[in-house]
T-cell receptor
Framework: AQSVAQPEDQVNVAEGNPLTVKCTYSVSGNPYLFWYVQYPNRGLQFLLKYITGDNLVKGSYGFEAEFNKSQTSFHLKKPSALVSDSALYFCAVALYGNNRLAFGKGNQVVVIP | GAVVSQHPSRVICKSGTSVKIECRSLDFQATTMFWYRQFPKQSLMLMATSNEGSKATYEQGVEKDKFLINHASLTLSTLTVTSAHPEDSSFYIC?????????????FGPGTRLTVT
């Protein structure tokens, strides 16, 4: 079975500073990795994904993530955080050939003006 | 990009009644849709996988007779919460996978806030 760990409950960062949201995964095979963002009382919005190819993946709103197979990590990054980036971020993993997504617990990101 | 809609966005019902939530893929076909439940400030919990033309696959601990799922067409899945109780109050989110491509990406609906009084 696949699983995802997001070790921090909340990430606080000053506006303009780099933002990092950590994610590690466990899967017995090749992973498909995703990051989603959720604003209050809304569904999930897709940010980016890693399926294959380059380990550095660029996504929406200036976000990027790096797939690190040896560390089984897929940390989300943004060079310069905006106040509007304040939201709940979820990392998810799917096993190749399997539709089912396993989500991490989520990280609340607070960008301080 | 692909769009998934849910209806209603909010619903309040009395204890003992049933509520139906619709999930539609607006611009693509989906043989598989997923239903999640989310409690405040918590992650999404997969409830069931909805398969077009066949029975849904429920996750362990989810009562199939309480959460009825019907996937009658390639663009519509419904979740009916039967005999709702206050503990069923939650945020329900559906997703659908666009199977015309190979992206393995799931598109999520905006969610339905269910409050049972």
């Amino acid at each position: 079975a696949q699983s995802v760990a997001q070790p921090e409950d909340q990430v606080n960062v000053a506006e303009g500073n780099p933002l990092t949201v950590k994610c590690t995964y466990s899967v017995s095979g090749n992973p498909y990795l995703f990051w989603y963002v959720q604003y209050p009382n809304r569904g999930l919005q897709f940010l980016l994904k890693y399926i294959t190819g380059d380990n550095l993946v660029k996504g929406s709103y200036g976000f990027e993530a790096e797939f690190n197979k040896s560390q089984t990590s897929f940390h989300l990054k943004k060079p310069s955080a905006l106040v509007s980036d304040s939201a709940l971020y979820f990392c998810a993993v799917a096993l190749y050939g399997n539709n089912r997504l396993a989500f991490g617990k989520g990280n609340q990101v607070v960008v301080i003006p | 990009g692909a769009v998934v809609s849910q209806h209603p966005s909010r619903v309040i019902c009395k204890s003992g009644t049933s509520v139906k939530i619709e999930c539609r893929s607006l611009d693509f076909q989906a043989t598989t849709m997923f239903w999640y439940r989310q409690f405040p400030k918590q992650s999404l919990m997969l409830m069931a996988t909805s398969n077009e033309g066949s029975k849904a696959t429920y996750e362990q601990g989810v009562e199939k007779d309480k959460f009825l799922i019907n996937h009658a067409s390639l663009t519509l899945s419904t979740l009916t919460v039967t005999s709702a109780h206050p503990e069923d109050s939650s945020f329900y989110i559906c997703s659908a996978r666009d199977e015309t491509g190979l992206s393995y990406e799931q598109y999520f609906g905006p969610g339905t806030r269910l409050t049972v009084t």
